[in-house]
């Protein structure tokens, strides 16, 4: 099963009543904001980088676990959109125990963050500055989640996909054949997409 990587941040969530609809409302993630990561690279999120996502069937979870859904975009519950800001997220929230228990903690204070899982479809790093900065361009969204806890916990999957990249650049300076060059940055492209599958990153 492959790790996810969660990431913090500034902003949250908050609860909207109107007509006996509960709505939950935040930002899951936010655009051209520089993210220290563990101090390997800083990284931050294009604007666009959800344009092509946000039309597909992503489901709104508790904590990311996967049996706690609270919305989904198909039923029409869960409502994303990209603005000048970020990532925004609307949530109706369901008359169920998991549904009534994250209302209340939210009013409460207790819950304040959001988050959201995805894959990489397109990124670009930038290895001229140190720490190298990381872009991520487009995303394969999976889930959005309200969070307890949006934390700079693990970075292993990402400190890989970095090892990696490096080592293509390195293996690409060493190169004399002209003609092989192309082959082997296309290989360590293919590699190191394989390495960056689900992440999640977090704001509250």
């Known amino acids: 099963m492959t790790k996810i990587e969660k990431r913090g941040g500034t902003l949250g969530v908050e609860t909207r009543a109107a007509d006996e ?81 994250l209302w209340e903690l939210v009013e409460r204070g207790d819950i304040s963050g959001m988050s959201f899982g995805f894959h990489v479809t397109k990124q670009e790093w930038d290895e001229t500055v140190d720490p190298p900065v990381r872009t991520i361009q487009g995303v394969d969204l999976i889930e959005v989640s309200a969070v307890a806890w949006p934390a700079y916990d693990d970075t292993t999957i990402g400190k890989r996909a970095l090892q990696e990249w490096r080592a293509a650049n390195s293996a690409d300076e060493e190169i004399t054949d002209p003609a092989a060059a192309p082959v082997s940055r296309a290989a360590h492209r293919a590699r190191l997409k394989m390495d960056l599958d689900l992440r999640v990153r977090s704001t509250r």
């Open 21 to 101: 609809k509960r709505t939950l409302v935040g930002y899951a993630a936010v655009f051209d904001v520089s993210a220290d990561i563990g101090g390997w690279w800083i990284e931050r999120i294009a604007p666009g980088a959800f344009a092509d996502a946000i039309g597909g069937d992503v489901r709104a979870l508790v904590d990311h676990d996967m049996g706690r859904v609270i919305g989904r975009t198909v039923s029409g519950t869960l409502r994303l959109s990209e603005d000048s800001k970020g990532l925004l997220c609307e949530i109706d929230i369901p008359n169920t125990t998991d549904g009534n228990d």
